[in-house]
């Protein structure tokens, strides 16, 4: 298993790019909507892993929560498996707690899945496989 992303909370994608472009190792990503999150995301690349930054589109979405509470920042670690639901299954049998019991549509054409922050001592895990 290896980092595929980490993901960071902001207000605003422009502003966010323009922080976060001098660290970056090649182009940013268009931005793309993943309407089932109410996010618009973008992939920026840093070595071997790239920075996602999720800009709500909805006051009532997960991230718009998060900002709201929390400020911009660090939100989640990603995960590139084989299989998301081996991986959701595996946890599950350790008795830790999840977000979502099977996969679901993320960005990129991908299937994600997340652990709750309490399974992990208070970070929110994704896990990512290729379409």
Same mark, same amino acid.
């Given at each position: 298993?290896?980092?595929?992303?980490?993901?960071?909370?902001?207000?605003?994608?422009?502003?966010?790019?323009?922080?976060?472009?001098?660290?970056?190792?090649?182009?940013?990503?268009?931005?793309?909507?993943?309407?089932?999150?109410?996010?618009?995301?973008?992939?920026?690349?840093?070595?071997?892993?790239?920075?996602?930054?999720?800009?709500?589109?909805?006051?009532?979405?997960?991230?718009?929560?998060?900002?709201?509470? &929390?400020?911009?920042?660090? #939100?989640?670690? *990603? /995960?590139?498996?084989?299989? =998301?639901?081996?991986?959701? $299954?595996?946890?599950?049998?350790?008795?830790?707690?999840?977000?979502?019991?099977?996969?679901?549509?993320?960005?990129?054409?991908? &299937?994600?899945?997340?652990? #709750?922050?309490? *399974? /992990?001592?208070?970070?929110? =895990?994704?896990?990512?496989? $290729?379409?």
């Amino acid at each position: 298993m290896q980092v595929d992303h980490l993901g960071i909370a902001v207000r605003s994608l422009p502003e966010a790019i323009a922080h976060w472009r001098p660290l970056v190792e090649g182009p940013i990503s268009e931005p793309e909507e993943v309407a089932s999150q109410r996010v618009r995301v973008v992939f920026a690349p840093l070595g071997a892993t790239h920075i996602e930054l999720l800009e709500p589109t909805s006051p009532d979405s997960p991230i718009a929560r998060f900002v709201e509470s &929390r400020g911009e920042g660090f #939100h989640h670690v *990603a /995960f590139h498996v084989e299989s =998301v639901n081996a991986e959701l $299954d595996r946890i599950a049998a350790l008795g830790r707690r999840l977000v979502d019991a099977r996969a679901r549509p993320g960005a990129r054409g991908r &299937r994600v899945g997340f652990a #709750h922050p309490s *399974a /992990f001592g208070g970070v929110l =895990v994704e896990f990512v496989e $290729d379409p």
